[in-house]
Structures are given as structure tokens and as C-alpha cells.
């Protein structure tokens, strides 16, 4: 149902009701029912509050209700994917076919998905993603950016990523960056281990992860930046991003759900599915990394959305390009850490919507006064079977194909309006 | 053309199934019998290779055998070739030159064209690990992996293990060193899982920067030093040092590994007396082997590899094709 926006414009400021839900409010500790009241594109209100009255109303069914999820980092806009996900805004990675380094560039991207869905570019912090100059990062912020990224690469020059933290802590952006060693990940294209050994495919240790955690831990201690390490997927890095949080650093991480649910082992028979970057990893890696989302070393859960048509993936494994379709699966996946008791629905809520917010600084992703109406109904339990020939996202290429799952999002609302 | 008669059948195959594989990918595929099958069935074609001065068999008359070979090679490729040729089969030869076929399209297409040519049988090699199963994924015919990237060289294990049986007698108990550079080396994965999975005793000897991870789930017992690894070895197989990894990158200098890795007598006397020393090739001389032990007739069993390696090949030809031709039992 469609209820256009300038209907209650015209009789002032209306209020909408969405009544009769089960609430997942981030700030919650578990599913209440209650309303959430909206005026314009803005909630008001939500929890135990009584419905104005001549406001309008819809039933959510005692269906779940939650804030719009809030995707950190992904390769495309992918609006059918994103829909189907219940993704309601996305910050796009820099790495495009022209790099987003440039006013033009963001601001044609921040536009790309509106009025449904929101785009936050994410800068590119140097020139063309080279890792040498500064790009105009104060330029694209008042173009639209909303964080700096170094893209698919760490930065290697530490001199570089030194300037590029100071530069954006100086305008208040968070730096986004990929953690994996380039001189250890080199050609790699699969974790040091038995699969890689067996599958004779190049490989690099784990380790190259740790390594660009420190050294990068180390520049946000000599910078005060804020920084974000968009995929941690090893033990040994979520010790070091543990022990920056306890410190008190402005360190956050995020992880997808692949790495939550894959092993590198995925990667047998050549699977250029579950060919991703960093690589999965080891069995241990993959335990290490649902306690860190139980304990809360984990601050998102991202998508990493990045479809890939056969082109690219139909390939000889070294060859095929990494990345995962994700947008559809996100939600359905990240609800068995909640069928699995590590984490209420609040929790991963926070995970999914409220924290990429805030490292956006966009105010969205949660219940409060002044949040934006973006939010989904979600019947958890809903079964379904993912497949790879079905999916609404640009190319099928997911290392979930065949997998059941639950968790479905039935309306999604954006902005104050239903699509 | 006279039909060789070759004994019907290995002992391996009575009261089993069928050797049940399509096309032949990996040693990582095949059970311990099946690999004694096959190379009983090199064993007859090594002996009819010796003893008729006329060698051809055309139980592959009519059939097409495409060589597509997307890496450069010599005696692989001869070997295929001659295989083929002696069963009577059409061979043809396709060289693609890596620069012309690095798009993947491309190799999937290249797949789909040797496909609609209504090849019987494809002989691959390619430099990217998996790119012979992603071919023969898309084709209707049997096809054998001629080696793709580190990954996997079937026949090159097999012809070392016919090898290794014909000089040794078998293989339990048997210590057998693979030495050099393992962790770029298809013939060393392939080797290792095929004599691990015939019950020798499989060493991997190599520099720690050439050793890949976990090389003991694929059965072999790592070494780092070149003498603790030969020592009271039955069979020294040595691997080829790429030119490309010699100055720097993986070893210091060409002469650095010859001191500390390269097979020399002195270095051989560590091994059994009577231990056999064996090379895929090409060899590099004065690198990781000594001229005088590559060309010691007691001890180099080099130029006996290339022979079996045609037998292996006539024997995979042959029954990875029998389903197709409708042999007795097969269809």
C-alpha cells in the first residue's frame, strides 16, 4: 500500500500509526509490542504510546518490526537486492568503475537510489584508490560522502594512512578500511591452510589480517581518528580490535555473514562462489568470530554486497573476481545468531541498522525521536530456500545457493512511505 | 594394422564396479584400487611398447582425441600424441598461447567449440588451478587433466608410480622423498596423495619458503633439510625449480639451492643404496640435480618415466574411452 507522502502534507503535519508490531528496538533488550508513531518522513515516537487521535493507521499483524537495515559497505547499487533484504540504505563502496574520488561521482551516486532507497557514498581517501594522494575528502563530504574508504585495498604506505587519518578525523569522517597486509595477501586468493594446499591455489597466512589491524590501531592511537575495519575475520584480529575498544579508541568492526557461517573449506572444487576477499578462513577463525559478535566485539553486519555476473566468476578460480551477492541473504542469515542464542533481536538490530548509522552519522536505524521512518516487517520464521537462479540481485552468485534459511521481510517502509 | 591382445583385465576389477570415473581430474578422486587398475592397464601397454617393433592398437580407430594445451609444454604433449596415436585415434594438437586465452569467456568458449567438434576424448592443460574441471564441466566427453596450475597432474603420478612398482615391486614400506619446490608443483600434489594412498611412506622435502601449509593432510611428512630428508629414502623424486622463483623470490640464488637442495652423489649416498632417483623434467642441470646422477644408469630412472608415461597415457585413453566405444561390460 502506498500512502503518498503529500496526502498528509496537505492537512498539515498527519500522524501515522503503525500499530499492533513487535517491536525490535535497538535500545530494547527483547521484541515488545507497541507503536510507532511517524509525522512526515520522521518517527516520533514508538513503544507503549497511545495513537493521536485522527491519525492514520496499519496493522503490522503482530508481525516484527524494525528499523530499515543499514548495509556498510557495498559494491552496487542494487535496488531489487536491497529491497528483497530489507535493506533500506546502503554506503557505497568507493570501488566503481570510475573510483569515487571526485564530487561528480558522489554526488551522481548519493542520488542513484532515491526516492526508495538511500546511497551514502563512501569516499574514496586517495586519488583513483592508488594509496598515494589525499582526494578531495572535505569536497565529497559536502557532495554527500559519508565516511572515507580505502576501498578493496589496505593502504601499504603507512605514511599515507597516517595523513589520510588525520585529514578525515579533522572533518569528522570515519576511515573505512580493508585489513589485509597487501605485501603478506600479495596474489593470494585463499587462506594458508589444507583447501588451499590441496587445491594448489596461492595462498596467504591469517595473519595478513592482524598485521594491517596493528599497524592501523596504531595510526588511530597516534591520530584519534575514527576508523572502521569493514571485514575483521580472524581470531588474532578481533583480539587486537578487543583490546582497542577497551583502550578506548574510536575503533569498530564489521564482518559478513559468510565468514559467520563458511569455512575456507567452502572454497573445494573451485568454488568461485565463495571466493571472496579477505578469503574465508579456518574453522577456528570462523568460531572466533561468532564470539565476537556475542560479546559485542562486532559492531556490523554487512552485506559486502557485490554481484557478479558468470563473466566474472565463471572462471578459473584465481582468475574469477571475489565477492558475494549478500543483499537478499543478510537479514535471513544473521537471524540464526538469534535462533542460535548469541544475540537478541535488539542486539542484532543494533548490528544491522543502529551501528552502521551512527558510523554514518546519518540519523536512521533506530526507534528514536527524529529517526528516520525507515523500517521493515519481518516474519522470522518464514522459510525459504536461497537459490543462486532466483535471486533479485544483479547476478546469483552466492556461496549460500541451496541453503535454507528463515527470515523474510514482508513491507518495507522508507522515509514515511510504504513500497 | 595387427590388434595388440592385451589381457582384458586388472585383478582389481573382479567383484568391483567398473572403474566409474568420467573423466580423469585428480589422484584426489580416485581410490587406491582404481589407481592399481589403471596402472595394471599401463603395465600391459609398457610391455606391448617394448616388445613390437609395430605398436599400433586401433581399438581407438575413428575416435577424435583434442590436445588443448594452454600452457606450453613438449613432453607431455609427445606423450598424449603418441598415446593416441598408437590406439588409433585422431589427434589433434590445439596450442593456445596463455596471452591469447587469459578472459575466462574465452576459455569456457574454447570449452563449448572443442565440444561441438564432437571430441571423444580431451587432453587439458592450463595454468590456472581448476580450469580443467571448469572445461570438463562444460563438455560431453571423457577428459584428462595434462596438469593445471599447482594443482593436480594425474598421469605424471601415475607413470611415476608404474615407475617406482616396476623397479621396486610395490610400495608398502617403501620411503619415497619428493624434493624441491612443492608448494608450486601439480606433480608433487598429484604424487603425494597417489603414493600416500598405495601405502609408501611419502617424504616432502623442501626449502620452508617453498613447503605449502599443511602438506601432512595430503600424507606426506614435511622436511626442511635436504639430508634428514633423504635419509634411508627407496626413491628420490626431485621436482623442477622454475627459473622465475630462483633469484630472490622464494631462494636467494640458483647456486645457494644447488648447495643446500640440489642432488648430488655425495648428497644420494644419505638415501638407500640402492634408491632410485627420478625428475618429471625438464631437468635443470647443476640446479636441483647433478648431471652425473641424472645420467647414472643404476640409479636415474628419468628416461624410464618417459616411457611409462606413454603406457599410463594409452591406458587412461583407453578406458576413460570404453563407455563410449560400447566395450563388453562397459556400456
Not at chain 1, 337 to 345: F, K, N, Q, T
Not at chain 2, 172 to 185: M, P, R, T
Not at chain 2, 199 to 207: D, E, I, L
Given at each position: ?15 501515522l ?19 510507532i ?14 495513537v493521536p487521535?485522527?491519525a ?5 499483524g ?36 570510475s ?26 581517501a ?19 560522502a ?11 604506505d ?12 579533522g ?5 573505512i ?12 586468493v585463499a ?102 559478535v ?6 556490523v ?10 563473466e ?15 543483499a ?8 540464526n ?9 535488539n ?12 558510523i ?15 523500517l ?18 544483479q ?25 | ?14 567383484g ?38 609395430r ?8 575416435m ?19 598415446a ?7 589427434v589433434?594438437?590445439?596450442h593456445?598461447?596463455?596471452s ?8 569456457i568458449?574454447?570449452a ?14 592450463h ?44 610400495f ?14 601439480r ?8 603414493l600416500?594412498a ?12 617453498l ?11 614435511p ?31 640458483p647456486?645457494?639451492?644447488h648447495?643446500l637442495y ?6 644420494l649416498?644419505?638415501?638407500k ?13 647443476g ?6 646422477v ?6 636415474s ?6 616411457e ?24
Open positions: 500500500m502506498n500512502i503518498p507522502a503529500n496526502n498528509r502534507d496537505s492537512m498539515g503535519v498527519s500522524t500509526a503503525i500499530v499492533n508490531g513487535m517491536l525490535a528496538d535497538p535500545a530494547g533488550a527483547a521484541l515488545t509490542a507497541g507503536t508513531l511517524i509525522e512526515g518522513d520522521r518517527i516520533v515516537a514508538a513503544g507503549d504510546v497511545a487521535q485522527g492514520e493507521t496499519v496493522d503490522a503482530g508481525q516484527v518490526v524494525a528499523p530499515g537495515l543499514v548495509d556498510l559497505g557495498v559494491f552496487a547499487t542494487d535496488k531489487p537486492a536491497f529491497h528483497f533484504g530489507g535493506i533500506t540504505r546502503a554506503a557505497l563502496m568507493p570501488d566503481q568503475s573510483p569515487l574520488d571526485d564530487v561528480g561521482l558522489i554526488r551522481q551516486a548519493a542520488r542513484a537510489g532515491k526516492p526508495d532507497f538511500w546511497v551514502h557514498p563512501i569516499a574514496a586517495t586519488r583513483g584508490l592508488k594509496g598515494a594522494e589525499l582526494a578531495e575528502i572535505g569536497m565529497m563530504q559536502a557532495a554527500g559519508k565516511a572515507v574508504g580505502t576501498g578493496r585495498q589496505w593502504i601499504a603507512s605514511g599515507v594512512m597516517l595523513r589520510v587519518l588525520s585529514y578525515a578525523s572533518l569528522g569522517l570515519t576511515v578500511t580493508h585489513a589485509e597486509d597487501s605485501g603478506l595477501a600479495g596474489k593470494a587462506t594458508s591452510g589444507e583447501t588451499a594446499t590441496r587445491l594448489g591455489l596461492s595462498h596467504a597466512p591469517a595473519c595478513a589480517e592482524a598485521l594491517a589491524i596493528a599497524r592501523d590501531i596504531m595510526l588511530a592511537r597516534e591520530t584519534g581518528a575514527a576508523m572502521h575495519f569493514r571485514l575483521v575475520t580472524t581470531g588474532t584480529g578481533f583480539d587486537l580490535i578487543r583490546a582497542a575498544k577497551a583502550e578506548g579508541l574510536k575503533i569498530t568492526c564489521g564482518i559478513s555473514p559468510a565468514y559467520l557461517f563458511l569455512n575456507d573449506q567452502a572454497v573445494t572444487d573451485f568454488r568461485t562462489f565463495a571466493r571472496l576477499s579477505p578469503p574465508l578462513r579456518s574453522e577456528e577463525d570462523r568460531k572466533a568470530a561468532l564470539e565476537a556475542r560479546d559485542g566485539t562486532v559492531d553486519i554487512t552485506s559486502s554486497h557485490d554481484p557478479r555476473g558468470p566474472d566468476k565463471r572462471l578459473p578460480f584465481a582468475d574469477a573476481a571475489p565477492g558475494m551477492a549478500g537478499e541473504t543478510l537479514l535471513a542469515l544473521s537471524l545468531l538469534v535462533r542460535d542464542g548469541l544475540v537478541s533481536i542486539r542484532l538490530m543494533t548490528l544491522l541498522s543502529a551501528n552502521p548509522a551512527r554514518l552519522d546519518v540519523n536512521a536505524g533506530s526507534f528514536g525521536a527524529g529517526s528516520a521512518a525507515d521493515i516487517f519481518v516474519d522470522p520464521d518464514a522459510p525459504w530456500i536461497v537459490d543462486s537462479e532466483k535471486m533479485a540481485a547476478a546469483g552468485n552466492t556461496p549460500f545457493d541451496r541453503v535454507p534459511v528463515q527470515g523474510r521481510v514482508r513491507r518495507i517502509m522508507k522515509g514515511g512511505v510504504f513500497f | 594394422m595387427p590388434e595388440i591382445s592385451i589381457p582384458s583385465a586388472s585383478p582389481e576389477l573382479t568391483r564396479a567398473l572403474f566409474p570415473h568420467r573423466h580423469l581430474l585428480s589422484i584426489a578422486d580416485l581410490k587406491p584400487w582404481e589407481i592399481r587398475f589403471l596402472l595394471d592397464e599401463a603395465e600391459q601397454w609398457a610391455k606391448a611398447n617394448r616388445g613390437n617393433a605398436k599400433h592398437d586401433d581399438r581407438l580407430a575413428g577424435t582425441q583434442i590436445n588443448a594445451f594452454f600452457e606450453n609444454s613438449t613432453r607431455t604433449l609427445l606423450s598424449f600424441e603418441i593416441g596415436k598408437r590406439l588409433g585415434a585422431d589433434v594438437n590445439m593456445a598461447g596463455q591469447s586465452v587469459k578472459k575466462g569467456e574465452t576459455l568458449d574454447t563449448m567449440t572443442l565440444n561441438a567438434m564432437a571430441a571423444d576424448v580431451i587432453v587439458i592443460r595454468a590456472s588451478s581448476g580450469a580443467v574441471a571448469l572445461i570438463a564441466d562444460k563438455v560431453d566427453c571423457a577428459v584428462l587433466n595434462a596438469g593445471d596450475g599447482w594443482h593436480q597432474h594425474p598421469t605424471q603420478a601415475l607413470l611415476d608410480a608404474l615407475t617406482i612398482r616396476r623397479r621396486k615391486g610395490g608398502e614400506g617403501l620411503i619415497v622423498a619428493i624434493c624441491g619446490d612443492i608448494l608450486h608443483s606433480v608433487a600434489r598429484s604424487n603425494m596423495l597417489s600416500a598405495l601405502g609408501a611412506q611419502v617424504r616432502a622435502v623442501a626449502p620452508p619458503t613447503m605449502p601449509s599443511d602438506v601432512e593432510m595430503l600424507g606426506a611428512t622436511y626442511t633439510r635436504m639430508d634428514e630428508g633423504l635419509d634411508g629414502a627407496d626413491v628420490v623424486m626431485m621436482l623442477r625449480l622454475q627459473n622465475e622463483r630462483m633469484d630472490g623470490a622464494f631462494i636467494p640464488s647456486r645457494e639451492y648447495m640440489g642432488l648430488t652423489p655425495e648428497r649416498a644419505i638415501a643404496p640402492d634408491a632410485l632417483v627420478m625428475h618429471p623434467g625438464p631437468m635443470n642441470r640446479v636441483e640435480i647433478s648431471s652425473n641424472a645420467d647414472d644408469p643404476d640409479r630412472a628419468i628416461t624410464e618415466q618417459v611409462m608415461g606413454v603406457a599410463v597415457r594409452m591406458a587412461c585413453l583407453d578406458v576413460l574411452t570404453r563407455r563410449a566405444r560400447g566395450v563388453e561390460g562397459w556400456s
